[in-house]
């Protein structure tokens, strides 16, 4: 087992403390995903949409387990690159593994920028009307040149800006639950009817698989921590209690958000609205105030996006330093200290996106690409890893193992399936791909398994 106090990437500046971590990794979770899906859920789950947010909840919890527990044991830069290649071995499988995940990152990143920036223009249009077609693409585009213009500086001053979108994030959800106590007037269940004994019914329903696609779209980035483990302090502590901490929070925050829109705008009526917090806000406090509502909703998928490029922009460089995926990923800027090359390729990918796909294409495609090798595959590369090494060394160790790890690739595996078989196939299609291309990359420099 390696040195767990050792990274590989010495060249990156561990300045990155609790609240900055916590902080990047909620704003990355709140992005416009609550804000477009919660309208989705209620037209899903009817009146018992709570419930889908709790799912989503649940298998966040045991998720972050395991992400806890491989991130304390390997703060390294690029997250799961580095747990599935020592998982599946660093020469054989494991090599297969990492580079199939870093060539999904090259596609699903920049779709993950791509969706928020899209649905940033979205609620845009509340304020500005974008009545032709390349309006909305124009405000796309520009959102993510501006991401990359912001977060091409030093880690340390972009912990600060992180804490500093994080407040905005709090503020408009604390806004909008605040306005939901003092001004409900609808019941919202949070049981179904007939209580405990019709909720395994519920929860193994078709209608639960849809609506838990998007309730956990909207829960990713607990994780991103572990991206940025090599720019942490002390990662062997808080790494774990930033992951917890954000599902937790964010868990919360959702619950929360959600009884307070339904105990004043009736589902019926919420599933169909287009901007729900703007309509929400306006019934509440007058048309003023929903603009400036809307505002804060283009702040927090801003700063959303603003960590979600942040984090995935050193897995490629990861993968590169380690000689394993093109070598131009691997250049750090010479004075800023960051891995510039990586997000500017990723940004550039993600502003091609954001002008050519719709909301509605990539969430699911988004979810069902990833299940596969990032989350399945990092699942069962924690049981191999704790049956090759024991868990003597491990810094973080969870509770009641390997029930946690049993029930996420599960459920996982249920969540795969209830994107449709059309995601599933292009998720297949991706993969199929990256196979090819992993064993061209290998044949080019003879290594296995040639």
Same mark, same amino acid.
């Given at each position: ?14 300045? $990155? ?17 609550? +804000? ?93 009307? &974008? ?13 993510? &040149? ?56 519920? $929860?193994?329903?078709?209608?639960? %698989? ?6 956990i779209y909207s829960y990713l980035g607990y994780y991103n921590v572990c991206h940025l483990g090599a720019e942490v302090r002390d990662p062997q502590r808080l790494i774990p209690r930033s992951i917890l901490l954000s599902i937790l929070g964010i868990m919360t925050l959702y619950l929360l958000l959600?009884?307070?829109? %339904? ?11 287009? #901007? ?52 131009? +990923? ?7 200290? +960051? ?8 940004? %550039? ?17 988004? $979810? ?54 059309? #995601? ?8 199929? +791909? %990256? ?16």
């Amino acid at each position: 087992m390696t040195d767990l106090n050792a990274s590989s990437h010495p060249t990156l500046r561990r300045n $990155l403390g609790l609240v900055q971590a916590t902080a990047l990794n909620m704003i990355d979770m709140v992005g416009i995903g609550p +804000f477009v899906t919660l309208p989705l859920v209620m037209g899903f789950m009817g009146p018992y949409f709570l419930l889908a947010w709790l799912v989503g909840a649940g298998l966040s919890i045991v998720d972050g387990l395991i992400w806890s527990e491989l991130g304390a044991a390997y703060p390294e830069a690029g997250g799961s690159y580095r747990f599935l290649k020592l998982a599946y071995g660093e020469h054989k499988w494991g090599r297969l593994m990492s580079f199939l995940y870093v060539w999904q990152t090259l596609v699903q990143a920049p779709l993950v920028v791509a969706s928020g920036a899209i649905g940033f223009a979205q609620y845009f249009g509340y304020l500005v009307p &974008l009545t032709q077609w390349w309006q909305p693409k124009l405000v796309s585009g520009v959102v993510v &040149l501006s991401l990359i213009a912001l977060l091409y500086r030093r880690i340390e001053a972009i912990g600060r800006l992180g804490v500093m979108l994080w407040l905005g994030v709090l503020g408009l959800m604390g806004w909008l639950i605040v306005g939901g106590v003092t001004h409900a007037t609808q019941p919202v269940a949070w049981l179904p009817a007939g209580g405990f004994s019709a909720l395994p019914g519920v $929860l193994l329903s078709a209608a639960m %698989g849809q609506a838990a696609v998007k309730t956990i779209y909207s829960y990713l980035g607990y994780y991103n921590v572990c991206h940025l483990g090599a720019e942490v302090r002390d990662p062997q502590r808080l790494i774990p209690r930033s992951i917890l901490l954000s599902i937790l929070g964010i868990m919360t925050l959702y619950l929360l958000l959600n009884w307070s829109v %339904g105990s004043v705008i009736p589902w019926q009526e919420a599933m169909h609205s287009k #901007f729900i917090v703007s309509t929400f806000v306006e019934r509440l406090y007058g048309a003023t105030a929903a603009k400036v509502a809307t505002g804060l909703v283009l702040w927090v998928a801003f700063a959303s996006l603003f960590a979600v490029l942040l984090g995935y922009s050193r897995i490629p460089y990861a993968a590169a330093a380690d000689g394993e995926f093109l070598p131009i +990923f691997a250049k750090v800027h010479p004075t800023k200290q +960051f891995p510039h090359v990586s997000l500017l390729i990723l940004g %550039g990918i993600g502003f091609v996106f954001s002008l050519l796909f719709k909301l509605s294409e990539v969430i699911s495609a988004i $979810l069902a690409m990833r299940i596969l090798v990032q989350f399945v595959g990092q699942a069962v590369g924690l049981l191999l890893l704790r049956r090759r090494l024991g868990a003597a060394q491990l810094p973080f160790r969870m509770p009641l193992y390997p029930a946690p790890v049993l029930i996420a690739i599960t459920v996982w595996l249920l969540i795969f399936w209830s994107t449709g078989l059309q #995601f599933m196939a292009s998720g297949l299609v991706v993969i199929a +791909f %990256g196979v090819l291309a992993f064993l061209l990359w290998s044949r080019s420099r003879r290594q296995w398994p040639f």
